[in-house]
Nanobody, 119 residues
């Protein structure tokens, strides 16, 4: 089993910044790709950013230039630095990890952390 704990969400004003963290724990042999997703009320969950095991990154067009995804393999952690936040960024943010615990690579989700950007 792999557990993901997210933190760093909160309420900020337009133009503000937040740094989200996601820490993985449990019986982890290897972590592969990791990513951040978000879901706004009444909308489908969407990809925000991904980072591969080789630290290659990709971002949704809506956050390019504003968000930065990173990972710390030694800590089994992932981060999302969010700058120049907009009201449109308001959503529950979820971390996702592709991890190998035994012999199978599985996808794991965090509980989500609320990000609210006031206008």
């Amino acid at each position: 089993q792999v557990q993901l704990v997210e933190s760093g969400g909160g309420l900020v004003q337009t133009g503000g910044s937040l740094r989200l963290s996601c820490a993985a724990s449990g019986s982890i042999f290897r972590i592969h790709d990791m990513g951040w997703y978000r879901q706004a009320p009444g909308k489908q969950r969407e990809l925000v950013a991904v980072i591969t095991s080789g630290s290659s990154t990709n971002y949704a067009d809506s956050v390019k230039g504003r968000f930065t995804i990173s990972r710390d393999n030694a800590k089994n952690s992932m981060y999302l630095q969010m700058n120049s936040l907009k009201p449109e960024d308001t959503a529950v943010y979820y971390c996702n990890v592709h991890a190998q615990a035994t012999g199978v690579i599985a996808s794991y989700w965090g509980q989500g952390t609320q990000v609210t950007v006031s206008s």
